[in-house]
Nanobody, 120 residues
């Protein structure tokens, strides 16, 4: 089993910054991909950013140039640096990891989510 713990959310003014963290622990033989998703009230969950084991990144168009996804391999921790935040970035942000849980077995896990509110 793999546990994900998110931190770093909260209330920030428009134009401000936050850094979200997602720490993974448990039975991890290797991380294939990691990603951040968000869901605003009344809307479907959407992809924010992903990072593969090879270092490839992908961003939702509305966050390109403002958000940066990264990881610390030694700590099994993923980050989302969110700059120039806008009210429309307000949502519950969740992290997702695709990992090798044992040789030949891959699984996907989700964090519980963390609230980010952008408001003056």
């Amino acid at each position: 089993q793999v546990q994900l713990v998110e931190s770093g959310g909260g209330l920030v003014q428009p134009g401000g910054s936050l850094r979200l963290s997602c720490a993974a622990s448990g039975s991890i033989f290797g991380i294939i991909a990691m990603g951040w998703y968000r869901q605003a009230p009344g809307k479907q969950r959407e992809l924010v950013a992903t990072l593969t084991s090879s270092g490839s990144t992908n961003y939702f168009d509305s966050v390109k140039g403002r958000f940066t996804i990264s990881r610390d391999n030694a700590k099994n921790t993923m980050y989302l640096q969110a700059d120039s935040l806008k009210p429309e970035d307000t949502a519950v942000y969740s992290c997702n990891v695709v990992v090798v849980v044992r040789p030949g077995a891959v699984d996907s896990f989700w964090g519980r989510g963390i609230q980010v509110t952008v408001s003056s």
